[in-house]
């Protein structure tokens, strides 16, 4: 617990994903008091909150009986305004929405969220709308060789309740038996990987900027999630295609009902771009527009979200949706582990100390290879500086890890 006499008499809200540290963190920008339920506990996410509770379950998944209990904790704390999700409770959200003695749910109303995220639904959806996207296929498709075809023809398979890309992997890798009621085959595309940040309310939109989508290959994963850099500016993405995704973003909103803050993903292929996804939920690209822009947003995008919910209230018009070439840019990156080690007081400290450094794993903390050690944060004048300041950074604490040991006090007590 970390005691706040300033904010002893404000409103507590509870926040909660695989990691919950930028929206425990944008709620604490917010006035707010914050309740954290995650997997990590790391050091930054504890500091913004005033509870944690650890709902992991292993193999950085979430235990629903722990977070079920961490909810029932959570909803009697006085002045509670309600619960947030993040990345990994997608499978989760609804069963818990229709759980008495939880606190109220801010977000998505579950029939706009089923509307996107139900597969069937969706593309019929997308269909309607004349809204472009990859072929998808409810059953193994027959991807006949043809002459001239190439890895990028073939078929991926897709679950609707994955987050982060780990719901992601080549159709030929996946038996039937492993292919869920929610899963569905989708033909593998060209093009950048883009999303685009919205808030939505009372059937409208407004977006706040795109980004620039980093992936990793990851054993059998193509498309892991490693990271993001934006907003992107008028030099970035074509202003005819930036329309066309506005309007479909302002068609879904439209027909759907989405509330709050969710994200678009999309693939951008010269002039042509095709949706992948939306995400009903605050997308960690929140992050990019709230370091590259902190003045205009000075009590953080989840006050928006939440006046979105609860009232039905978009920012104002006033706010830039789209960046003037001179602004500042952001980028993150999620820092892998290049082999095993055990988080040092060191390395955790310095990694504290470090302001490009976010999600500080605890001193102690064992970190498989190809587990993520912590999150990348930089600001910088443009998307190439962006992209150069993320690589010094990852090299300085690549090297933090090879450096900052900690003495084996265990074998110099037996040995002297």
């Avoid at 998944?61 to 009697?76: C, H, K, P, Q, T």
């Avoid at 292929?269 to 992050?287: K, Q, V, W, Y």
């Avoid at 010094?392 to 690549?398: D, G, H, K």
Wanted: hydrophobic residues 45%; glycine residues 8%; aromatic residues 6%.
């Amino acid at each position: 617990m970390n005691p706040r006499p300033s904010l002893s008499h404000a409103p507590f809200v509870a926040v909660a994903g695989l990691s919950a540290r930028m929206l425990a963190q944008s709620a604490a920008r917010a006035g707010l008091r914050v309740v954290a339920l995650d997997v990590f506990g790391d050091r930054d996410t504890r500091e913004a909150a005033e509870l944690w509770f650890d709902i992991g379950a292993g193999q950085l998944s979430i235990d629903y009986a722990r977070l079920v209990a961490a909810l029932e904790r959570a909803a009697r704390l006085p002045g509670l305004i309600g619960w947030i999700d993040g990345s990994g409770l997608e499978p989760f959200v609804a069963q818990l929405c229709r759980t008495r003695g939880l606190p109220r749910f801010i977000g998505n109303p579950a029939e706009a969220s089923a509307a996107v995220r139900e597969p069937r639904r969706f593309f019929a959806l997308l269909d309607a709308l004349d809204i472009p996207h990859p072929a998808v296929a409810f059953t193994r498709p027959a991807d006949r060789a043809t002459e001239g075809a190439t890895e990028a023809q073939g078929w991926l398979v897709k679950h609707a309740d994955g987050c982060g890309g780990t719901h992601i992997e080549p159709a030929a890798a996946v038996s039937d038996s492993r292919v869920a009621a929610q899963g569905y085959f989708q033909r593998r595309s060209t093009g950048r990987s883009l999303s685009a940040l919205f808030i939505a309310a009372c059937g409208n939109a407004r977006v706040l900027g795109f980004a620039e989508q980093f992936t990793c290959k990851m054993g059998n994963l193509p498309f892991v999630h490693a990271g993001s850099m934006g907003p992107l500016g008028p030099l970035d993405l074509p202003p005819p295609v930036e329309a066309r995704v506005r309007a479909a973003i302002a068609a879904l909103c439209a027909r759907t009902g989405l509330t709050g803050i969710n994200s678009c993903d999309f693939l951008l292929d010269g002039d042509a771009f095709e949706l992948l996804e939306i995400n009903t939920r605050p997308s960690s690209t929140m992050t990019l527009y709230e370091t590259a822009a902190p003045d205009a947003w000075p009590h953080g995008l989840l006050a928006c979200h939440i006046e979105a919910c609860r009232h039905g209230r978009l920012p104002a018009p006033a706010i830039p949706q789209t960046p003037a070439p001179a602004a500042w840019r952001a980028g993150q990156q999620v820092l892998f582990a290049p082999r095993p080690f055990v988080v040092s007081q060191s390395f955790s400290d310095a990694c504290l100390r470090d302001p490009c450094c976010r999600d500080v794993p605890m001193p102690g903390t064992w970190i498989e290879a190809g587990q993520p050690v912590c999150t990348l944060l930089v600001r910088a004048a443009s998307l190439d500086a962006v992209r150069h300041a993320l690589e010094a950074q990852r090299v300085l604490v690549l090297q933090r890890i090879e450096t900052r040991h900690e003495p084996d006090y265990a074998f110099i007590q037996c040995h002297s």
